[in-house]
């Protein structure tokens, strides 16, 4: 455990989370998750385990939308867990996405999204459930893959 993880508040992971999705590279998002935490991409059921596999879905999310940022709209702490309302924004204008299924389409997006995370006591993240709505994004925006 390290010294910086006992003087941050399950509200600093949460903002902390938003702005590691918001980074190009996956090692700050990765270092909040304990070793064999767990990220769960509910609308499109995708699960992944432990860094590796955590480090490489941020880096085919990054390889789609390189522009990919996140705002926090509220943060909802409780005991052992947090849940972070974000905004997510960025243009699906790179890699095609879910082994080519759906493909760039070049398009700006921005959509809502609400992450639970539940955390240990080291405030690791051992459990992230992102849920957003594919099909219906805010201002009328295409969702990225252009559905």
Do not use: Q
């Not at 204008?93 to 299924?101: E, H, I, N, V």
């Not at 240990?120 to 990225?144: F, H, K, Q, W």
């Amino acid at each position: 455990m390290s010294a910086i993880r006992t003087t941050i508040t399950p509200a600093d992971v949460a903002h902390r989370w938003a702005a590691a999705w918001s980074a190009p590279t996956p090692d700050a998002f990765v270092d909040l998750y304990a070793e064999d935490g767990e990220y769960f991409d509910v609308t499109f059921g995708v699960r992944r385990r432990g860094h590796d596999l955590i480090a490489t879905r941020h880096r085919l999310w990054h390889a789609a939308v390189s522009d990919c940022g996140m705002t926090v709209d509220d943060v909802h702490t409780g005991d052992g867990f947090v849940v972070v309302e974000v905004t997510g924004r960025g243009t699906f204008s790179g890699d095609d996405l879910g082994g080519g299924k759906m493909k760039a389409t070049g398009k700006p997006f921005s959509g809502r999204s609400v992450a639970v995370l539940v955390l240990n006591p080291e405030l690791e993240i051992v459990s992230c459930r992102e849920y957003y709505d594919r099909a219906v994004m805010p201002g009328g925006a295409a969702t990225p893959f252009g559905e």
